[in-house]
């Protein structure tokens, strides 16, 4: 159980093109999601909170408009990157809180997104 | 606010010996904490988690961990390294869940290298 799944898991496209990324749980239900960003030999850094129904909560420094994020079912969260460049070019992980489950949170396969 | 510092981004161990991994942390609450695996291109596996219970953690894969309030530590170790140990490894923390749901802050990071 509480298995997260991101789908694509690799992406490339142009600069200037939009890319979307889901994030959802499979076997539970989810009020939170987060989404990280891992550069290359770098750790994680939380990019924005996501919460059902809601707007999310962006990290300082992380663009809100650049960084589209819709948590619109308790399953489901996608992060649009808007207008991406080379140096959005990263690998970004959600993860998700199960409510059930409280204590942790489980973290999807990750996605590397390239921009060329 | 929270941190953690992970001592040493590289560990090289050699296959059998003692693998320790040292992680540092700060919090203003009682903190969750956790270590987690990330193999290359991978999504992050929880390898385990102290949640206020016992202090000495086990988790999987033969790894566990000390929560030592007075040290504010909660270093890894593996009693016999395995070449499939070779992965990078974090360290996390978060707050008892409540209003910001399990938003992790990581360290650093430490890539362990097993030698034959």
């Known amino acids: 159980g509480a298995v997260v799944s991101q789908h694509p898991s690799w992406v490339i496209c142009k600069s200037g093109t939009s890319v979307k990324i889901e994030c959802r749980s499979l076997d539970f239900q989810a009020t939170t999601m987060f989404w990280y960003r891992q550069f290359p030999k770098q750790s994680l850094m939380l990019m924005a909170t996501?919460?059902?129904?809601?707007?999310?909560?962006?990290e300082q420094g992380v663009e809100k408009d650049k960084f589209l994020i819709n948590h619109a079912s308790l399953t489901l969260s996608t992060l649009t990157v808007t207008s991406a460049h080379p140096e959005d070019s990263s690998f970004y992980i959600c993860?998700?809180?199960?409510?059930?489950?409280?204590?942790?949170?489980?973290f999807g396969q990750g996605t590397r997104l390239t921009v060329v | 606010a929270q941190s953690v510092t992970q001592l040493g981004s590289h560990v090289s161990v050699s296959e059998g010996a003692l693998v320790l991994l040292r992680c540092n942390y700060s919090?203003?609450?009682?903190?969750?904490l956790f270590w987690y695996v990330q193999y290359p291109n991978q999504g992050l596996q929880l390898l385990l988690k102290y949640t206020s219970a016992a202090t000495l953690v086990k988790g999987i894969n033969g790894f566990e961990a000390e929560f030592k309030k007075s040290e504010t530590s909660f270093h890894l170790t593996k009693p016999s390294a395995h070449m499939s140990d070779a992965a990078e490894y974090f360290c996390?923390?978060?707050?008892?869940?409540?209003?910001?749901?399990?938003?992790?802050?990581f360290g650093g990071g430490t890539r362990v290298l097993v030698k034959p």
């Open positions: 996390a923390v978060s707050r008892p869940r409540g209003a910001a749901g399990n938003k992790l802050t």
């Open positions: 919090s203003s609450v009682p903190p969750y």
């Open positions: 993860s998700a809180d199960a409510v059930a489950l409280n204590t942790e949170a489980f």
């Open positions: 996501s919460n059902e129904g809601s707007k999310a909560t962006y």
